[in-house]
């Protein structure tokens, strides 16, 4: 089956400055990577998501890029601010859409004023 | 977009006792729904498939019996955990896509926190 590795497990940045998150996957079928943001006590939401035929999406400070020949995806943050601090889950999954997600086991990410 | 409204947001029972949870696709049809269990710090763990009209399907290690789950119509799956004891005490989210539409991007419900006294 799939296996999703994510890194950094915590990330703190100055407030304004990027931050950077990373996943690898194992299965070179999968074809959907969304990325997901968790605040406390809440459940995830997505905030952006790429599919196996682009390299690149952007949404305004939020980017995704997809290495498919490495097996791996980042999530950038750019000009970050104080509600950008949550944590952070990257997914992976073949079928094109939500079905058999595999989830990375997330990043607290800590934006320091 | 689409919305998923889970009931209840946080619930505490006695041990012995079985607690329902629901979990309500508002604006969309979903035949596929998704239970996940969530321990403080930790990622999502997939506990089973709830399939509209059929049985679910459960991931490696969750007990059927233990968390029984209903796909009763396309806009809601119910979650219950029989029997709770203070080991079930977790967060359980529930999440759906849109079946009907091209995307099929899976939105997620609030989450349910249990408590097991």
């Known amino acids: 089956g799939e296996n999703v590795e994510q890194h950094p497990s915590t990330l703190s940045v100055q407030e304004g400055d990027s931050a950077v998150i990373k996943c690898t996957y194992s299965?070179?079928?999968?074809?959907?990577f969304p990325w997901y943001k968790q605040e406390l006590g809440k459940g995830p939401q997505l905030i952006i998501d790429?599919?196996?035929?682009?390299g690149e999406k952007k949404d305004q400070r939020i980017a995704v890029t997809l290495n498919k020949t490495a097996k791996h995806f980042s999530l950038h943050i750019t000009e970050t601010q104080p509600e950008d601090s949550a944590v952070y889950f990257c997914?992976?999954?073949?079928?094109?859409?939500?079905?058999?997600?595999?989830f990375g086991k997330g990043t607290h990410l800590i934006i320091q004023p | 977009g689409a919305v998923v409204s889970q009931h209840p947001s946080w619930v505490i029972c006695k041990s012995g006792t079985s607690v329902k949870i629901e979990c309500r696709s508002l604006?969309?049809?979903?035949?596929?729904m998704f239970w996940y269990r969530q321990f403080p710090k930790q990622s999502l763990m997939l506990m089973a498939t709830?399939?509209?009209?059929?049985?679910?399907?459960?991931e490696q290690g969750v007990e059927k019996d233990k968390f029984l789950i209903n796909h009763a119509s396309l806009t809601l799956s119910t979650l219950t955990v029989t029997s709770a004891h203070p080991e079930d005490s977790s967060f359980y989210i529930c999440?759906?896509?849109?079946?009907?539409?091209?995307?099929?991007?899976?939105?997620f419900g609030a989450g349910s926190r249990l408590t097991v006294l």
């Open positions: 999440s759906a896509a849109d079946s009907t539409s091209g995307a099929n991007v899976l939105t």
């Open positions: 299965d070179s079928a999968s074809n959907y």
């Open positions: 790429i599919r196996s035929n682009v």
């Open positions: 997914a992976a999954g073949s079928g094109g859409g939500a079905d058999g997600l595999t």
């Open positions: 604006d969309f049809q979903a035949t596929t």
């Open positions: 709830s399939n509209e009209g059929s049985k679910a399907t459960y």
